[in-house]
Structure formats: structure tokens, C-alpha cells
């Protein structure tokens, strides 16, 4: 049977136990009878066992001991690279920030290891043709240049074999060789190492739907099957995206209604055709510069709106 693995290290933001919460709700809601593990530290381990936020006949928390060495982030990130080791039979791994939408227990893949692409295109058709990546990538001694396919590791479809185990141990160790401090993102060495290997199958982005990815997310929306929501952007399309939402105190029936219908959780937003002026000058050098005041110094933006607000007149 397919088991649901998610990985959580930490007791002290509020954000992420509540996408925990409404991520495990949403398992138990459309698949009350598959097995979920919680992959954590001892430190979290105990937190969610005293808590009670988990019953146990919702998940089980499978605690590890983790070297010393690691940070929190770096903890998980270890957990998550080394999943495949730590359970038995073949798994979903899937991170906090997804609803699952509808009973998916029944998935399975030719491959030994399936994740959908990343912004669901290949890396030549992010918005900058994969330059950030590459860039980030080399900073931490990765070359993913040659990537075609450039998978997304929030969603992880892993069969109990050879050459799932073959990878993730390889993974493990490029991510634990290549970690600095600030740069502990684990997507990097994926790709890297399936470039050395070539062992991820493409999985089909209903089951990843990365709002992320903006008008290529909506294709999969109709059938969507996981719904993958959190942005590193200070806003987005989508009502989870608000970290300051996700700190409130949510009631079980607020959860309730989330996992209910979360297709019906979006915001206003508007689109905006390549070929338009708006998009345009979003792509120009003076737009970034203008964003960049706006998320980083912010009373800097609000004083030039102001004199600006004033000539205008």
C-alpha cells in the first residue's frame, strides 16, 4: 500500500504546522484509510506527540535522530533526502504546502522515482530561460546547464527499489557536500544528480499544481489532484499564500472548509497576454528595481510615491 510521507522539523512558526494541519486533514478527508507518517526530529517529535494537534489514528510521527551539525531547516532537508532510507515500501512524499483534492491512493508510476516538472515546463521556458536556476545552482558548486527537464521535489512518487535507493543516497550526499549556509535548498542537487543518474520519470502536474507557475498552473487545475500553493513572493493568486493567514488560530471547521473545496480559495488577479504593454514593462530593468524597493525598503517606496504622487497632480 502507498504510504504518505511528510517531512516537519520545528516548534516555533505557526505557519507551517498550520500547513501541516490542513495538508494531513486533507489526506485523512479523501483517503482515511492510507497510512501517514510525519518524518521529524526528536525535538518535533515530542512537541506533536504532547501537542495533540495529530491523533494517532491520523498519522504517525516517526521521530530520528538527526547528527549534530544541522540546523533546523538543514534538518529537514536531511530528513527529506534521506526518506528513502528511513521507510519501507513505496511512498508519496509530499511537502506542507499542498491540499491533496481527491483519493489518489491508487497512484503509481513505471519509474523508480516520478516528480512533475517544475513550473510545469521545461527549464528553457521559465521566465528567464532558467538563468536564476543555473546561477544558484553554480553558487553551490552544481552545473544543471544541461538540464532539459527540471524537476519539482515538492511532490515525490518513490518506489521501494534499487534504483530509488541508489538515488536518494546520491542525493543525500551531493545536497549534505554542497550546503553553505543561506543556500540548503535541496532542488538543486536533485537535478544535479538526476542529471548524473537519470532516473526521475515525469510525473503528470495534476498531481503538483504549483500556483507558482502562474497561467500553466491552470491547465491542471480542472482535474487537479495535489494543489501545491506557497510562493516565495510576499503575495500571490491564492489565500494560503498570506503567511500572516496561515499564523491564525484555525478551528478544526475552518480547516474543514479548506480541504472542502480549496480550487475556491483564490483571490482576485489579473492576467496579463505577453504581448501586452503591462507585461512589457514588467520585463524591463526599471520594473524590478521599483519591486525590489517596494519588498525590501518600503518606506523608501512609500516616501517616492508620495513626491511622486504630488507632481503628478
Known amino acids: 500500500m502507498l504510504k504518505i510521507v511528510y517531512v516537519y522539523v520545528g516548534t ?15 489526506a485523512v478527508k479523501h483517503m482515511p484509510d492510507t497510512p501517514i507518517i510525519i518524518l521529524t526530529d526528536r525535538q518535533t517529535g515530542d512537541y506533536l506527540q504532547e501537542s495533540g494537534v495529530f491523533l494517532a489514528d491520523a498519522a504517525e510521527i516517526l521521530s530520528v535522530e538527526i547528527p549534530d551539525g544541522y540546523n533546523t531547516v538543514e534538518k529537514s532537508r536531511y530528513l527529506k533526502t534521506n526518506l528513502r532510507e528511513l521507510i519501507d515500501g513505496d511512498l508519496l512524499y509530499i511537502d506542507c504546502d499542498v491540499i491533496i483534492c481527491e483519493d489518489i491512493s491508487d497512484l503509481s508510476a ?10 510545469h515546463g521545461l527549464l528553457s521556458q521559465q521566465d528567464d530561460g532558467g538563468a536564476a536556476i543555473r ?5 553551490r558548486g552544481l552545473d544543471v546547464d544541461a538540464c532539459i527537464k527540471y524537476f519539482n521535489g515538492g511532490v515525490i512518487l518513490a518506489k521501494d527499489d534499487d534504483n530509488a535507493h541508489q538515488f536518494f543516497r546520491r542525493w543525500f550526499e551531493v545536497w549534505d557536500a554542497t550546503r553553505k549556509p543561506s543556500m540548503h535548498h535541496d532542488q538543486y542537487s536533485l537535478n544535479a544528480v538526476n542529471l548524473e543518474m537519470d532516473v526521475i520519470g515525469e510525473l503528470d502536474g495534476t498531481y503538483n499544481c504549483q500556483l507558482t507557475a502562474t497561467y500553466r498552473a491552470f491547465s491542471y487545475l ?51 497576454a ?40
Do not use: C, W
Request: proline share 2%.
Open 12 to 26: 516555533e512558526k505557526k505557519e507551517y504546522l498550520n500547513m501541516l494541519r490542513i495538508s494531513v486533514r486533507s
Open 110 to 119: 513505471d519509474t523508480s522515482v516520478s516528480m512533475a516538472l517544475d513550473e
Open 135 to 139: 546561477r544558484a545552482a553554480k553558487a
Open 222 to 272: 480542472r482535474n487537479v489532484k495535489i494543489l501545491h500553493y506557497l510562493s516565495a513572493q510576499p503575495d500571490g493568486i491564492y489565500q494560503l499564500n498570506d503567511i500572516e493567514y496561515l499564523r491564525k488560530d484555525f478551528t478544526d471547521e475552518e480547516i474543514d472548509a479548506i480541504v472542502s473545496d480549496p480550487v475556491k480559495r483564490f483571490l482576485p488577479f489579473h492576467f496579463y
Open 274 to 313: 505577453d504581448s501586452s504593454v503591462e507585461y512589457r514593462i514588467m520585463q524591463q530593468s526599471h520594473f524590478h528595481l521599483i519591486y525590489r524597493l517596494y519588498t525590501r525598503h518600503r518606506k523608501l517606496y512609500d516616501f517616492g510615491e508620495k513626491i511622486l504622487g504630488k507632481l503628478r497632480k
